[in-house]
């Protein structure tokens, strides 16, 4: 338990850091994505005070996490708010918002990766762009010009031709369809 507490903390300590850089990114990229229109937060909500607080926990629910077969308490409990003055975004947030909030996720981690390790992570996309108006789905198409090598799934490709037509020389579309995959003209 006290190996666990002091562990816990230090990994505690890591998200926070990591929370502090990727704040940064993520606000840049909703600003960007949402013209500024969306003030969405996103905030680090720690399960455990300090060390001291998660061993005397740990300690007290022993017998109980013996019984139930795993550790009830600790930073495997912790969690993000993603929202604004206190109100969760899926409580509030229209369907444009939210997938400007996953995008905006997406390129902040993208980033984020390529900031640290110097080499640009494989981007994987799966159908949420068609929930985007126009200006969002450009904005966010611009990013994936910029990303390097991604892997984009639809089940329509109405509102990418535009995009799909200027980028020839860099796109390849595949059509999977009864478990077959083929170029797609």
Do not use: C, W
Not at 48 to 75: A, H, M, P, W
Not at 117 to 137: M, Y
């Amino acid at each position: 338990d006290k190996m666990l507490s002091e562990k816990g903390k230090l990994i505690q300590n890591e998200r926070l850091e990591f929370l502090e850089k990727f704040k940064t990114y993520f606000t840049e990229n909703l600003k960007q994505i949402s013209h500024s229109k969306d003030n969405i937060e996103i905030k680090y909500l720690p399960s455990i005070e300090n060390t001291e607080f998660f061993f005397e926990k740990l300690q007290e629910k022993r017998d109980n996490d013996l019984r139930i077969g795993y550790t009830s308490v600790g930073i495997h409990r912790d969690d993000f708010f993603l929202g604004y003055k206190h109100k969760e975004i899926n409580s509030f947030g229209s369907q444009g918002q939210k997938r400007s909030v996953v995008l905006s996720l997406k390129a902040s981690l993208f980033q984020y990766t390529y900031e640290t390790f110097q080499e640009k992570p494989i981007l994987l996309v799966d159908d949420i762009i068609r929930e985007l108006d126009f200006k969002r789905r450009k904005d966010f198409l611009e990013f994936l010009d910029s990303a390097g090598q991604v892997f984009f799934t639809t089940t329509d490709l109405d509102g990418l031709h535009d995009y799909i037509n200027q980028n020839k020389n860099n796109v390849q579309i595949f059509k999977v369809h009864a478990g077959s995959v083929n170029s797609y003209e």
